[in-house]
């Protein structure tokens, strides 16, 4: 091991900088951490679909990109390279970041969550609304993967593009027309690689690194079956041509129609992978780089904590403004809190702390829950919070872990004396009483069960399970926090998301009327199916035997969600609580911008990992842009 280590470090010697493509793994790197000091024209911290493909694209330019990423390489592991077992992957602990988080201040309302987790005196979870005694409340479980290209390897892989108006409001906040949701398809057309239409199709890409492939729905002409009757009723209730729903059902879901937002529409579901299955990720496109005979000057280091952002000791002189210049980092597996292996007996707690240095730029990427609290350990936060920690206060910037945003959650769940069968039917639509011109629930259906996220997760109801799971799209959701529980790096933040604070009836309400509509389109199911013995949000048989209100107050309880974002957010100039400019650049300070799902205004429409690289791939053509004209 020493041996290898030594010629490891040789090597970055001889190289003189130039290091390209290597990956080194920080346990390892541990090592030699002291004497390690390289400087690299860029540094990106987080390697999922914000900082992965950034950080790719960076080096591709021919810039040295030194790529920081706390977990390892899982990317040859089948539970992720096969997309299939993403719920596995969800709970694996080799990749697993446990986040235990809030939706309200109200710990009563918090401990309704039917799946509440606790520690029990044995040190196992429990989950549920009875713990046993002396069991410690720890939260409402929300997954991360510290992995080598982040949540897109445990993730379900659904691809959507955001609404027109989630592109457009950075135009109205910022007069930064290159926002304009026509101008933003050329980054989809950039990164896609589409296994499923004609080649060169309009508005798609067929030589990028993201693969994106559906599955043929064919069901759906078999009129025989429970669910052709089930989808014909939905194209009923939503004004869609009955009588050609087994065409609908196969409609691109990333086309590019006018006026797509306000459209009700069956979809086939488009995920990021080959056609055979195979998950396609930033994993796949860091490797790529990597070994890519161009020798491109990438350094990817696995097992690396990044704790915090470094500036130059002396302010600009001129402008007083402070230059991030370097990354602090620990060497190490498991360092951070929420890695369940973390308090493992065989893990060192501590890694030894050293220091990188970026010639150009910092861009932090590391979540919507890491990257402000990165910030924040590096001292740009709220001037409060930073001083109660003893962290010295670099820039006081209030929003930072403010306006977290996500999309609310919810499922009709039911089971039928029968199977349904068929396939996975997607729905966009608007909800019956929805504001505004847009559709604001994404649905998909079929028999199997989501109720969102906790230890063990999900619960198997048997073959006559049947599912509408619910996406609100434009959720009032913006009140959410995240808030430093200690100035430790490798102690997780407080994350609140405060649901249903701001419009919470109104959207509790859109989601109640979603599943009225959903449950009526189920009864055309007939028999034998009939009833559905429904678990929620309307329990019982009576198909929709409760009020509204009754609706609203459970989903209130059991809503859940997994597509944070919003907390650095870009905002305009005159915005107490902007985070960003338009460039990503972190408004205040040089040198630092952050490019992940924190950066959107608000949630891109139903699913972020789309357009999170989407937005990745335009803040590496910023970010060049910027080093052609030598401007920061
Ligand atoms: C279970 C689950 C299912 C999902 N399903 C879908 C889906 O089907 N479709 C969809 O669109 N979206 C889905 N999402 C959401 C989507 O995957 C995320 O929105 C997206 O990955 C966000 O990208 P990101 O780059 O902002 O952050 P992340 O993907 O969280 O990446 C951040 C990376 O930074 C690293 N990091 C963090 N802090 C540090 C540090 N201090 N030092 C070093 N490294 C650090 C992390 O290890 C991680 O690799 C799902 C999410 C989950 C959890
Ligand atoms: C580390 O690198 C910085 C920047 O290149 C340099 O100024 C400093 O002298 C180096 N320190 C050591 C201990 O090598
Ligand atoms: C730990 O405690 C829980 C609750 O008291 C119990 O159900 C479980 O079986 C125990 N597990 C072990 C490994 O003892
Ligand atoms: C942007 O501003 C224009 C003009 O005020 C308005 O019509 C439009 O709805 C706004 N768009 C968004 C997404 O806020
Ligand atoms: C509905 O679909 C059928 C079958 O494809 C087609 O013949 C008919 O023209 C469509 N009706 C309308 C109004 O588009
Ligand atoms: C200080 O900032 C000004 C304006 O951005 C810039 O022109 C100058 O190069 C900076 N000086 C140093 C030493 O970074
Ligand atoms: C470390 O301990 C855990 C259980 O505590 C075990 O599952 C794992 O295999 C051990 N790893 C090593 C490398 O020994
Ligand atoms: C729409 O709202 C009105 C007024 O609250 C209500 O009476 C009606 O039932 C709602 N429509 C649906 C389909 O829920
Ligand atoms: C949200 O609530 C505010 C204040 O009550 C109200 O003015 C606004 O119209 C509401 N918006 C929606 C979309 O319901
Ligand atoms: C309808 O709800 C009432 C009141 O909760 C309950 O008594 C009854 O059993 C329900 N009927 C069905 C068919 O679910
Ligand atoms: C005209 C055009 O854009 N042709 C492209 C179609 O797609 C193939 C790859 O699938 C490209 O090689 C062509 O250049």
């Given at each position: 091991?020493r041996?290898a280590?030594?010629?490891l ?6 190289a003189?900088g130039?290091?390209a493509?290597?990956?080194i793994d920080?346990?390892?790197a541990a090592?030699?951490?002291s004497?390690?000091n390289?400087t690299?024209d ?13 950080a790719?694209?960076l ?11 706390a977990?390892d390489?899982?990317g040859?592991?089948p539970?992720y390279s096969e ?7 969800g709970?694996d602990?080799?990749s697993?970041w ?5 939706h ?5 309302r ?5 799946h509440?987790?606790?520690r029990t ?5 429990y989950v549920g609304?009875?713990?046993?005694a002396?069991?410690t409340?720890?939260?409402i479980?929300y997954?991360?993967?510290g ?6 390897m445990?993730n379900g892989?659904v ?8 592109w457009?409001i950075?135009v109205n906040?910022t007069?930064?027309?290159s926002?304009?949701?026509d101008?933003?398809?050329k980054?989809l ?11 060169n199709t309009t508005?798609h890409?067929f ?10 729905a064919?069901w ?10 089930v989808?014909?009723?939905m ?9 050609d729903?087994a065409?609908?059902v196969?409609q691109?879901i ?6 797509k937002?306000?459209l ?11 056609k ?5 990720s ?6 790529a780089t ?6 491109y000057?990438?350094t ?6 990044a704790t915090?952002?470094?500036?130059a000791?002396?302010?600009?002189t001129?402008t007083?403004i402070p ?6 980092v620990?060497?190490?597996?498991s360092?951070?809190g929420a890695?369940?292996?973390h ?10 702390v050293?220091?990188?240095w970026?010639?150009r730029?910092?861009i932090?990427?590391?979540g ?13 936060g ?6 109660k920690f003893k962290?010295p206060?670099v ?10 945003a996500d ?18 039917i997607t729905l966009m639509?608007?909800s ?8 604001n629930?994404?649905t998909?259906c079929?028999a199997?069960?989501f109720?969102?996220?906790?230890p ?7 073959p006559?399970?049947y ?11 913006q009140?959410g ?6 100035a ?9 998301f405060?649901?249903?604070?701001n419009?919470g009836?109104?959207?509790l309400q859109?989601?109640a009327?979603?599943a009225?509509l ?5 009864q055309?199911?007939g ?5 559905f013995?429904e678990k929620h949000?309307?329990p ?8 509204d ?10 809503a ?5 974002s919003?907390?650095?957010a870009i905002g305009a100039e005159?915005?107490p609580?902007?985070v ?10 040089h040198?630092?911008r952050v490019?992940d799902?924190?950066?959107?205004p608000?949630?891109?429409g139903a699913?972020p990992?789309?357009?999170t ?5 335009k803040a590496?053509?910023e970010i ?9």
């Amino acid at each position: 091991m020493r041996g290898a280590l030594v010629s490891l470090a040789a090597t970055a010697l001889f190289a003189g900088g130039a290091l390209a493509g290597r990956m080194i793994d920080g346990r390892l790197a541990a090592d030699r951490a002291s004497s390690d000091n390289s400087t690299y024209d860029y540094i990106v911290i987080g390697s999922g679909p914000g900082g992965g493909p950034l950080a790719c694209d960076l080096a591709r330019a021919g810039y040295s990109t030194l790529l920081i990423e706390a977990g390892d390489d899982q990317g040859d592991n089948p539970i992720y390279s096969e997309l299939g077992n993403f719920n596995t992957a969800g709970n694996d602990p080799d990749s697993r970041w446990d986040f235990w988080i809030k939706h309200s201040d109200d710990p009563v309302r918090e401990k309704e969550f039917a799946h509440y987790t606790y520690r029990t005196t044995n040190g196992s979870f429990y989950v549920g609304t009875e713990p046993p005694a002396g069991a410690t409340p720890l939260g409402i479980q929300y997954p991360r993967a510290g992995t080598l290209g982040g949540c897109a390897m445990h993730n379900g892989g659904v691809c959507s593009l955001p609404q027109d108006d989630d592109w457009n409001i950075v135009v109205n906040m910022t007069g930064d027309t290159s926002w304009e949701a026509d101008k933003m398809r050329k980054y989809l057309i950039k990164v896609e690689k589409n296994t499923y239409l004609p080649a060169n199709t309009t508005g798609h890409g067929f030589n990028g690194w993201l693969s994106t492939a559906v599955q043929p729905a064919r069901w759906a002409h078999d009129n025989t079956l429970p669910a052709t009757r089930v989808l014909k009723k939905m194209a009923e209730l939503t004004g869609q041509n009955v009588s050609d729903v087994a065409n609908l059902v196969n409609q691109d879901i990333l086309g590019d129609y006018p006026h797509k937002d306000t459209l009700n529409a069956f979809y086939n579901m488009a995920q990021h992978e080959d056609k055979g299955g195979k998950r396609s990720s930033p994993n796949n496109y860091i490797k790529a780089t990597l070994k890519d005979p161009k020798n491109y000057p990438l350094t990817v280091r696995l097992n690396t904590l990044a704790t915090r952002v470094l500036f130059a000791d002396s302010k600009n002189t001129t402008t007083k403004i402070p230059q991030a210049n370097g990354v602090e980092v620990m060497s190490g597996a498991s360092l951070y809190g929420a890695d369940p292996r973390h308090t493992n007996a065989n893990v060192t707690k501590q890694g030894p702390v050293s220091k990188v240095w970026a010639r150009r730029e910092v861009i932090v990427a590391g979540g919507a829950f890491n990257s402000p609290q990165i910030l924040k350990l590096s001292g740009v936060g709220p001037a409060a919070e930073l001083t109660k920690f003893k962290i010295p206060v670099v820039k006081d910037l209030p929003g930072v872990g403010e306006r977290l945003a996500d999309n609310y959650e919810g499922s009709l769940l039911a089971l039928g004396q029968q199977p349904v069968g068929g396939g996975i039917i997607t729905l966009m639509f608007k909800s019956p009483n929805a504001t505004g011109p847009n559709r604001n629930i994404f649905t998909w259906c079929g028999a199997f069960s989501f109720e969102g996220f906790w230890p063990g997760f999900p619960t198997d109801y048997g073959p006559n399970e049947y599912e509408c799971a619910m996406v609100h799209i434009n959720p009032h959701s913006q009140a959410g926090t995240v808030r430093l529980a200690s100035a430790d790096p490798q102690v997780p933040p407080d994350i609140n998301f405060n649901f249903f604070l701001n419009n919470g009836t109104e959207d509790l309400q859109h989601l109640a009327e979603a599943a009225n509509l959903l449950r009526t389109a189920w009864q055309a199911a007939g028999a034998p199916v009939l009833p559905f013995n429904e678990k929620h949000p309307c329990p019982g048989t009576g198909a929709g035997n409760c009020t509204d209100a009754d609706e609203r107050a459970l989903l209130k309880t059991q809503a859940y969600s997994h597509h944070a974002s919003s907390s650095c957010a870009i905002g305009a100039e005159n915005d107490p609580l902007a985070v960003l400019d338009s460039k990503f650049r972190v408004r205040g300070v040089h040198g630092l911008r952050v490019v992940d799902a924190s950066a959107f205004p608000r949630v891109p429409g139903a699913f972020p990992v789309l357009p999170t690289i989407m937005l990745s791939a335009k803040a590496a053509e910023e970010i060049i842009s910027d080093a052609k004209k030598g401007t920061q």
